[in-house]
């Protein structure tokens, strides 16, 4: 079955990095684009950064523009998210999602497979 499992969150301090992966399985990586999103309680999901499935094409919400870069592995199953100059305001749950369809890659509802989420805390 389709799966994915994101890992490499925890606790950084303002300014440090941290780099997330996200293991697929179940479907072949090469032919699906891949977004991360994130969460915090009381909010809704914010896309964050996407890749395309052919070209490598990606995008990043402006806030993150800069210091989060998202790359792939087909041959490793996997897609990274590499967080740099950490914010507080960067603290949440993050995902990883297979897209499915849709118009514009920020909207949720366009992915049909979810990772568990793993925890990112940036503090001091």
């Known amino acids: 079955q389709v799966q994915l499992v994101e890992s490499g969150g925890g606790l950084v301090q303002p300014g440090g990095s941290l780099r997330l992966s996200c293991v697929v399985s179940g479907f072949t990586l090469d032919y699906y684009a891949i977004g991360w999103f994130r969460q915090v309680p009381g909010k809704e999901r914010e896309g964050v950064a996407y890749i395309s499935s052919s070209d490598g094409r990606t995008g990043y919400v402006d806030s993150v523009k800069g210091r989060f870069t998202i790359s792939r592995d087909n041959a490793k199953n996997t897609v990274y998210l590499q967080m740099n100059s950490l914010k507080p305001e960067d603290t949440a749950v993050y995902y990883c999602?297979?897209?499915?369809?849709?118009?514009?890659?920020?909207?949720?509802?366009?992915?049909?497979?979810w990772g568990q989420g793993t925890q990112v805390t940036v503090s001091s």
């Open positions: 999602a297979r897209r499915g369809g849709g118009n514009y890659w920020r909207d949720a509802s366009g992915y049909d497979y």
